[in-house]
């Protein structure tokens, strides 16, 4: 299925197929003829995951797989029923958005003043980007005389190669969609800063300097920055 079917799904979507499958799946039907599986069979992996402690979300999730996989199944003719219809899921709750009070907001940003990672935060705060786009935004991306920033990108994992070695890559925004943001004055005066501790950086580097991705943010050696770092 995930070779034949999955023709036009995003490689990170696929290899988080293939993690929950691996992980939920396979070790209790993963042997059973498909024609065979239930809803039993299916209701009961949900059972197990919960009672194992994972979260209602991944429950869904690892459902919605199931479901899309023997919808496909009956397409071709293999299965006549659904054995993941109306399985019995808990319930979702959605977190509510947590937004800065005026005196929060100005807390963080003294609280950040002079940090490592301060104008990526200040970015953040200012353009409602996400994180993997602030990452993933290049040189090129910013027009420091209209005040504009140009979002088409995001850096993320690599997941075709594999959990252990995977690498970072610039791909695709999560929505596909380019946009173009217009921020104030002291946004780009935090752009030009960093730009200016990437220059000093670079030459007192030289060749040892990295960023072949021509990354606004990096390490003090050129190289991107993970989200966990953050």
């Not at 999730?61 to 199944?73: E, Q």
Request: proline letters at 3%; one cysteine or more.
């Amino acid at each position: 299925w995930l070779d034949n079917f999955l023709l036009n799904t995003r490689d990170s979507t696929r290899y988080q197929y293939e993690q929950y499958l691996r992980l939920y799946v396979y070790p209790r039907i993963g042997s059973t003829r498909l024609q065979k599986i239930t809803k039993p069979m299916i209701q009961m992996i949900i059972t197990k995951m919960l009672s194992d402690g994972r979260s209602p979300k991944t429950c869904k999730n690892v459902n919605g797989i199931l479901h899309h996989m023997f919808d496909d199944a009956i397409s071709s003719e293999y299965i006549r029923t659904n054995p993941a219809h109306k399985t019995k899921l808990p319930k979702v709750e959605k977190k509510e958005l947590c937004v800065l009070s005026g005196d929060a907001y100005t807390a963080f940003l003294r609280e950040i003043s002079g940090k490592p990672y301060e104008h990526i935060f200040y970015l953040a705060v200012f353009s409602g980007m996400r994180e993997g786009e602030i990452l993933g935004l290049t040189c090129d991306c910013i027009d420091f005389d209209t005040n504009k920033i140009t979002v088409k990108q995001q850096l993320k994992r690599d997941s075709k190669i594999g959990e252990k070695n995977s690498q970072y890559i610039l791909a695709d925004t999560k929505t596909g969609n380019h946009r173009t943001l217009i921020l104030d004055n002291s946004v780009f005066d935090a752009l030009r800063k960093e730009k200016s501790r990437q220059a000093q950086n670079k030459l007192k580097l030289g060749r040892d300097f990295k960023n072949e991705k021509n990354l606004v943010f990096t390490d003090d050696f050129g190289n991107h920055i993970n989200g966990s770092t953050l």
